[in-house]
C-alpha cells in the first residue's frame, strides 16, 4: 500500500457484540474502492438544453481483506491471543464479527478509522495449500459518509 494511507496491516475493534477486542488482521492484503459516491442530481425542467445539476451527498467505501489464513499455522504471530496461533480458531474468530458494526482501521493507523459493518465473510482455496478453508475475504462497508481526505497521512 502507498505512503499516502500507510502501510501497516487491516485491524478492526468489535463495537460490544460479540465483543470489543482489537483483531489484527496479520497476512493480508487490503484491497479499497475508496470513492462510492453518493450523488443528487437536478434536471431543469424549463431548460430547452437540458441543463443538469449534481450534488455530491457524501462517499461511501468498500473494503475487500484477503486473509492468507493458511499462514497463521506455518509462522504464527507472537500474541497475548491464544486465538491468532491457529487458522481455525482465526477462522472461528472471525465469523463471530460478520454481519456486525465495528471500528475499522485499513492502515492500522490509530486515528484513521472508519465506521464499518463486515457485510461478508467469503472462504476459498488456494490450489497448492490443501484441501482446508486456507483463505478468506472479508468485505467492509462504512456505515455513514466520509472525507478520503481524512484517510491521507498529513
Not at 84 to 93: G, L, P, R, V, Y
Request: a neutral charge; aromatic letters at 14%; one cysteine or more.
Amino acid at each position: 500500500m502507498s505512503s499516502v494511507f500507510g502501510t501497516g496491516v487491516p485491524v478492526f475493534t468489535g463495537s460490544g457484540t460479540p465483543d470489543s477486542t482489537t483483531i489484527t488482521l496479520f497476512y493480508s492484503t487490503l484491497q479499497p474502492s475508496f470513492s462510492e459516491k453518493v450523488m443528487k442530481m437536478f434536471e431543469s425542467p424549463v431548460s430547452a438544453d437540458g441543463v443538469r445539476t449534481f450534488k455530491n451527498k457524501g462517499r461511501h467505501a468498500t473494503f475487500t481483506v484477503i486473509v492468507n489464513l493458511y499462514k497463521y499455522d506455518l509462522t504464527p504471530k507472537a500474541s497475548a491471543d491464544a486465538w491468532t496461533q491457529s487458522a481455525k480458531a482465526m477462522a472461528a474468530k472471525l465469523l463471530t464479527y460478520e454481519n456486525q458494526n465495528m471500528t475499522f482501521y485499513p492502515f492500522a493507523s490509530p486515528g484513521y478509522s472508519l465506521q464499518c459493518h463486515l457485510v461478508d465473510i467469503n472462504f476459498s482455496f488456494l490450489e497448492n495449500v490443501g484441501s482446508v478453508h486456507d483463505v478468506c475475504a472479508l468485505t467492509f462497508k462504512t456505515t455513514q459518509f466520509y472525507d478520503l481526505s481524512s484517510l491521507v497521512i498529513p
